[in-house]
């Protein structure tokens, strides 16, 4: 079991927890992590983007030369790919760019990304932030505290909704659920800080 600080919302140490090896403390695997992440931002593509083929423009029904005689190449349509407003050559259409990957890899990516967190020092744990309402002043002023400029990734529990709201217009910062919590998340950031009770959740569901 390895131990980390615990910190108050004033960046002052409290005590320590243990955390289980398992989760914090492997050899991390970039290529498992790289898989996820891929995975994740091929889902987040909209796949939208359409062109029209030969057969989907309007016009060319006629025949517009002869096939011999002409001193021109043979012209079926002028709306093949080679003519101005003619169709496009394998044209893309709405398609889902999603590719599954096993829960279990996703787990192992996870474990990964966290592991990485706790060794580089950039994993921050914090008992409670304990907002009566939502404060983008306090909570600004916390992350001073515990001295993180750049972008972070807060991790909080589900139901802290003033935590949740005190963050979320802060431009560096993202504040996610535990329960959302996801690889892309836990490594696009320069911090990452997580709340005890988001602490022993993705302890508990990644163990």
Do not use: W
């Not at 796949?47 to 190449?73: F, N």
């Not at 993180?148 to 139901?159: E, K, M, S």
């Amino acid at each position: 079991m390895s131990q980390v600080e615990v910190k108050d919302i004033q960046g002052k140490t409290v005590g320590t927890t243990d955390v289980s090896d398992a989760v914090f403390g492997i050899e991390p695997n970039i290529g498992v992590v790289h898989e996820v992440v891929r995975s994740q931002r091929a889902a987040a593509r909209q796949g939208t983007q359409q062109a029209r083929t030969r057969g989907m423009v309007s016009g060319g029904g006629r025949k517009p030369l002869r096939q011999k005689g002409s001193g021109h190449a043979r012209r079926g349509t002028i709306r093949a790919p080679q003519f101005k407003g003619g169709g496009v050559v394998f044209a893309p259409a709405p398609r889902s760019y999603a590719f599954k990957v096993n829960s279990k890899v996703v787990k192992l990516a996870m474990r990964s990304a966290l592991s990485a967190k706790l060794a580089e020092g950039t994993l921050h744990v914090v008992d409670d932030f304990g907002f009566e309402k939502p404060c983008t002043k306090d909570a600004v002023a916390a992350l001073e505290a515990l001295g993180i400029d750049g972008r972070v990734t807060i991790v909080v529990a589900d139901n802290d909704v003033n935590t949740f709201l005190s963050f979320r217009n802060i431009k560096k910062a993202r504040v996610i659920g535990c329960t959302e919590a996801n690889t892309y998340d836990l490594v696009d950031n320069k911090a990452l800080v997580l709340t005890s009770a988001s602490l022993k959740y993705i302890e508990e569901v990644l163990a």
